[in-house]
């Protein structure tokens, strides 16, 4: 693979940054996932936008090259020959020496990746996917895509030992989000989702969804609610740049509805693959 080093394209062997970066460290980070179809970016403007909001969240200067992202981002996609998959960008606070303050003059690090995968037909749009509860005990600002990845790390890990495919994580009785994702239910023609906030990632998927499900008559309720309404709820789903639209079938061992993706979430991933397509980029 070819990969992008602040200004560099570079074999991935050769890819290095200072084992005194930030991002290492202290987790001192942001991401982004775009995925691609048909060698085209998929809501890169939406990924853009959060981009930005995190860095000026976390008061984090913008690298030098940041303006040509589009750029850099086609060029990976051509050069590795992806069809379909993602693009992986991480931006960090850049190498200094370790000190909990910021440092004054730190240029950013800007590192960009290609992961070639079957987004479109993944099996698992087909059967649905298996979902545990666990208790979100992450920090206060999920709203910022940061790096610090190791607890839902761990939850995908819990699911696994249990069997199933993800977990849906759930504070003072409430359901959060899934591990990597945004969670849904469906009950009758509404469509529930938690309302943004500081504890959610606001998905750039989730945002498109719910403009489409609105537009196709559905109703939405931006509204938070517990794993025992999820459990009798008609449907169930989650969201995300790399899963779509996801159906997912159980719950706690709980099947959903009739054990099997339901109507609206199959619509749902149908409309955003053919809406992303046409305004892919
Ligand atoms: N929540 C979390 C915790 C995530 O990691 C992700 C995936 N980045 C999402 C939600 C979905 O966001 P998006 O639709 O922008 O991929």
């Given at each position: 693979?070819?990969?992008?080093?602040?200004?560099?394209?570079?074999?991935?062997e050769e890819?290095?940054?200072?084992?005194?970066?930030?991002?290492?460290l202290?987790a001192?980070?942001?991401?982004?996932?775009t995925?691609?179809?048909?060698?085209?970016?998929?809501?890169?403007?939406?990924?853009?936008?959060r981009?930005?909001?995190?860095?000026?969240?976390?008061?984090m200067?913008q690298?030098p090259?940041?303006?040509d992202?589009?750029?850099?981002?086609r060029?990976?996609v051509?050069?590795?020959?992806?069809?379909?998959g993602?693009?992986?960008?991480?931006?960090?606070r850049?190498?200094?020496?370790?000190?909990?303050?910021?440092?004054?003059?730190?240029?950013?690090?800007?590192v960009l990746?290609?992961?070639?995968?079957?987004?479109e037909?993944?099996?698992?749009a087909?059967?649905g996917i298996?979902?545990?509860?666990?208790?979100?005990?992450?920090?206060?600002r999920?709203?910022?895509?940061?790096?610090?990845?190791?607890?839902?790390?761990?939850?995908?890990?819990?699911?696994?030992?249990?069997?199933?495919?993800?977990?849906?994580?759930?504070?003072?009785?409430?359901?959060?989000?899934?591990?990597?994702?945004?969670a849904y239910?469906v009950k009758?023609?509404?469509?529930?989702?938690r309302?943004?906030?500081?504890d959610?990632?606001?998905g750039?998927?989730?945002?498109?969804?719910?403009?489409?499900?609105?537009e196709?008559?559905?109703?939405?309720?931006?509204?938070s609610?517990?794993?025992?309404?999820a459990?009798?709820a008609?449907?169930?789903?989650?969201t995300?740049?790399?899963?779509?639209v996801?159906p997912?079938?159980?719950i706690?061992?709980?099947?959903?509805?009739?054990?099997?993706?339901?109507?609206?979430?199959?619509r749902?991933?149908?409309?955003?693959?053919?809406e992303?397509?046409?305004?892919?980029?």
């Amino acid at each position: 693979r070819i990969v992008y080093v602040n200004g560099d394209y570079l074999p991935e062997e050769e890819a290095k940054i200072s084992i005194f970066d930030r991002g290492f460290l202290m987790a001192d980070g942001v991401y982004e996932v775009t995925s691609v179809l048909d060698g085209k970016l998929l809501e890169f403007e939406g990924h853009l936008n959060r981009l930005k909001r995190s860095l000026s969240e976390l008061d984090m200067a913008q690298p030098p090259q940041f303006d040509d992202l589009l750029e850099i981002h086609r060029k990976l996609v051509a050069d590795n020959d992806v069809t379909e998959g993602g693009v992986y960008l991480q931006i960090t606070r850049g190498a200094a020496d370790r000190d909990f303050a910021y440092p004054k003059d730190a240029t950013p690090t800007m590192v960009l990746f290609t992961q070639s995968k079957v987004v479109e037909h993944a099996p698992a749009a087909q059967t649905g996917i298996k979902v545990i509860s666990i208790e979100d005990i992450r920090w206060g600002r999920r709203d910022i895509k940061t790096v610090q990845l190791l607890y839902p790390s761990m939850g995908k890990m819990m699911a696994k030992a249990a069997g199933k495919d993800d977990a849906w994580m759930v504070e003072d009785g409430e359901v959060t989000e899934g591990t990597s994702n945004n969670a849904y239910i469906v009950k009758g023609n509404t469509i529930i989702t938690r309302a943004l906030s500081n504890d959610i990632l606001h998905g750039i998927t989730r945002a498109s969804v719910l403009r489409y499900a609105r537009e196709a008559q559905m109703r939405v309720e931006e509204r938070s609610f517990t794993i025992e309404e999820a459990q009798a709820a008609d449907e169930a789903f989650i969201t995300s740049a790399s899963t779509f639209v996801m159906p997912v079938v159980e719950i706690d061992g709980e099947a959903i509805g009739e054990g099997a993706p339901g109507a609206h979430a199959k619509r749902l991933r149908e409309i955003y693959i053919e809406e992303s397509r046409k305004r892919a980029v």
